[in-house]
């Protein structure tokens, strides 16, 4: 058999990506300088959102106080883990900005490309995504937050978010499908013109009017962000801007690899107890550090792949001098592979004990059609 | 070059389609006994429409007055001629028999399968399809007459006749579109989704819930109910009966062949004038008469590919006795070309005299989004 290409499509994604590589191809620009603001979210600060296309649209809104809009989409499948976090973090970050947020439960894409029933799908989203959210500290009032398959509870907005879906289509080939997502079936084109709609209406008239709009996505989303780019250009009959975007590292899974919903060996849930968490950190956790114990106090631990470690700094360790010291002192041998795994179990544990009691008094039934 | 084959698609329809055959093919029955009823309707009563799938459940529900649906599409293009009066006539004699009436405007297939744009759309469906249908004698305050574009001014309606659209794509595969269609890209394929859309939805618990639906089509629209009955056949989570169809011959364009929009020559127009009709019947239609006065005399003329008298049997002339007499004479030899076409410019003008004299006191606006 032969190696297994590096795929980057949003059907599949391979283990090893080479992010450098990837982005390079796609046309993706490296992040370097961004304003001040950003830097308080350590995902900016640390480079876990590594890359963009047209983020100077987003940073001139900023800066003058204009209209823009965050938008993203949750796929309504399996429990919420800490791989979600990235997405969720800058959702707060860019609300707290002034950000208009659209968020679409992709039922529809659910229903074609999984077969799970609309009911399904709209209970996961609730119970699972939209009430973590809300207990992370996103406001859903301030949101507009819709199913693919029932857009809008105002009759304008629907016709012109469905509208476009169609329109889309006579600006795209079969060639250009194909190219970006291999294999393609009829309800993977719908959900895929429908996916173009959601990055695009936010600026019909029915919705914003033309304003920027930023996506952060991970790079395995790219192609999608391309074609509606793509189709953005050909479309003259319609006032649209470009999208722009930001692509975040994945937080990898507890063995490496992508963290993935349906294999929980993979992942740490947001619902997740202390002892399940204690557990899979010292049972699956991929360590950096050395096999025995004289060899790590001479050699030191590899932080860079240890998933301890790689936890704490895109998500649990806010201060960057205590993480600073963890590397260090992990580098140098000097903090043992157990030590670094009772302090990423801590860490975690606060937070989701934190975060688990604030999801408990969540109530959200309003915001949600 | 090799010769034409014998094509039935929406895209295409070459000039000799052998009906029967086709018919056959698609498993499409031939019309016998008809209720009463609908011998009022020369279409019926001379077996214009011809053939049916299902008719049984719309003779059942005109029995026993239940609720039943007679769907129609138009493509606004071009003008309004007198081979569209075979669908219009269905949709009156459908109306007085208590049907509920759901029209749509294919304006997003004629932006995407002919690059029209939306407003060119609505000026032509009202201006020259609608308002016709009025002065024809359909009451379109009982019809629900809508844009492709614009389903509803309710939410809920909008929202579930779109969200068909995206489901029914789970259902149907891309060699299907292939042997339906032949070529097909991206556009035609959403246009071919939202139209079966258009022929199921009536059905849905947000319109008329689970009943009957009749749409009258001519055989090159088959591929559609096909399709959309295949669909309907495969989706098991919506309450869905089968659509009902019926068959009717083309009103032949003056010289044969098609009808057709974009060839004047082809067509008479319901805004013709009298002096424009009495010159397109003498100069184009095509006759059944021999060549020299002595050999017509002799043997007689063809009212079956006289264009004149095809005519006046579809559509202009109600009286069967006139239209026997008016056949036999011909076939005999009594009856001469020329005056054969008098009788047609004759009944036709008269028809077209009285229909724009309606037509230009025809009320539209409230009925239309």
């Not at 009430?131 to 016709?159: M, V, W």
């Not at 060639?175 to 393609?184: L, N, P, S, T």
């Not at 968490?277 to 049972?283: G, H, L, S, Y």
């Amino acid at each position: 058999m032969p190696k297994e290409k590096s795929v980057v499509t949003p059907w599949k994604v391979s283990k090893d990506i080479d992010y450098e590589k990837t982005s390079k191809e796609f046309g993706i620009s490296k992040i370097d300088q961004l304003p001040e603001v950003f830097n308080k979210e350590i995902l900016f600060r640390r480079k876990i959102v590594f890359a963009h296309r047209d983020i100077g649209k987003i940073i001139n809104a900023i800066k003058e106080k204009k209209k823009f809009v965050m938008m993203t989409g949750l796929m309504p499948t399996g429990k919420l883990h800490i791989g979600h976090l990235l997405v969720a973090q800058q959702m707060i970050f860019y609300q707290k900005l002034g950000a208009r947020l659209y968020i679409t439960v992709a039922d529809l894409e659910a229903y074609n490309a999984r077969s799970q029933s609309l009911e399904e799908s709209k209970q996961i989203a609730i119970d699972e995504y939209i009430t973590n959210y809300a207990a992370l500290g996103l406001k859903p009032e301030h949101c507009d937050i819709y199913f693919q398959s029932n857009r809008s509870k105002n009759a304008e907005k629907s016709n012109a978010y469905y509208r476009l879906q169609n329109l889309l289509s006579r600006h795209v080939t079969f060639a250009e499908f194909k190219a970006v997502y291999g294999d393609i079936t009829p309800g993977k084109m719908l959900s895929s013109l429908l996916q173009a709609s959601d990055m695009i209406h936010p600026q019909l008239e029915e919705f914003e009017s033309l304003c920027p709009v930023i996506i952060p996505v991970g790079l395995d989303q790219d192609p999608h962000i391309r074609l509606a780019r793509d189709i953005t250009q050909r479309v003259k009959d319609i006032p649209l801007g470009q999208i722009s975007s930001t692509y975040h590292f994945f937080v990898p899974g507890l063995s490496g690899g992508k963290m993935s919903s349906s294999d929980p060996t993979s992942f740490i849930a947001l619902t997740d107890s202390a002892e399940e968490v204690k557990r899979k950190i010292n049972k699956y956790a991929f360590s950096g550090g050395k096999d025995t114990l004289e060899e790590h106090r001479k050699y030191g631990g590899n932080p860079d792949i240890d998933i301890s470690f790689i936890y704490l700094k895109m998500l649990f360790e806010q201060d960057d001098k205590k993480l600073a010291k963890i590397e260090k002192d992990y580098r140098s041998g000097k903090l043992l592979s157990g030590e670094l795994k009772a302090i990423a179990i801590e860490k975690i544990n606060s937070f989701l004990k934190d975060h688990q009691q604030k999801r408990s008094k969540v109530q959200l039934s309003k915001f949600i059609s």
